[in-house]
């Protein structure tokens, strides 16, 4: 079953913040970020595992509410570079059920 | 190396003919993948190989034909597609194996496919 995710675009200024979430109505038992940017393929940013654990790097950061089966993509001081579609994908057991989500267009301007 | 390595980057086939694309990558990876994707849309999974075995068909038409040579290839035959199948044919790998825990997927630049 596909996840949910919101919004489904948004439009920042560079160095402004933004939020991507990515939902479930079923248990998760992991949460994948993935960016895309056009016409390329799209790129590996993390792995949350059940347990509310929350990761990142420089200045984009995630977390995984296992009660509410909800992933948070945190983007700090956004960048142009940070500019593409943002997937979540989500894997329901321990090595199955892996979709993608719907992306979040992510578009910086100057 | 950490390259997943696609040709062509471009197809363009009529509805009769037969072409076939091409994954490569050097990682070691256990486990290949084919993805198609839309416009505008999020990768759809078609077929998984782990450990050179056929591991998962999404209920993939028949007119599309994976094949694994060795850990390191993946090719995707295509015969008598349709206008619909056009898009764009993206490869994975990955360290781990089908069935265990999904680890980061390595994706390949893709394949364009148009069918006229």
Not at chain 2, 57 to 72: A, D, L, T, Y
Not at chain 2, 84 to 101: R, T
Request: aromatic share 10%; net charge positive; with cysteine.
């Amino acid at each position: 079953q596909q996840p949910v995710q919101s919004p489904q675009a948004v439009i920042l200024r560079e160095g402004e913040d933004a939020v991507i979430n990515c939902s479930s109505s079923k248990a998760l038992y992991s949460v994948h970020w993935y960016r895309q940017k056009h016409g390329e393929a799209p790129v590996f940013l993390m792995i949350l595992l059940k347990g509310g654990e929350q990761k990142g790097h420089e200045k984009i950061s995630a977390s995984f509410n296992e009660k509410k089966q909800q992933s948070s993509l945190y983007l700090t001081a956004s960048q142009l570079s940070y500019s593409g579609t943002y997937f979540c994908g989500t894997e329901r057991t321990y090595g199955q059920n892996f979709v993608f989500g719907p992306g979040t267009r992510l578009s910086v301007l100057p | 190396d950490t390259e997943v390595t696609q040709t062509p980057k471009h197809l363009v086939m009529g509805m009769t003919n037969k072409k076939s694309l091409k994954c490569e990558q050097h990682m070691g990876h256990r486990a290949m993948y084919w993805y198609k994707q839309k416009a505008k849309k999020p990768p759809e999974l078609m077929f998984v190989y782990s450990y050179e075995k056929l591991s998962i068909n999404e209920s993939v038409p028949s007119r599309f034909s994976p094949e694994c040579p060795n850990s390191s290839l993946l090719n995707l035959h295509l015969h008598a597609l349709q206008p619909e199948d056009s898009a764009l044919y993206l490869c994975a790998s990955s360290q781990v194996a089908w069935g265990e825990n999904t680890g980061e997927l390595f994706f390949g630049e893709g394949s364009r496919l148009t069918v006229l």
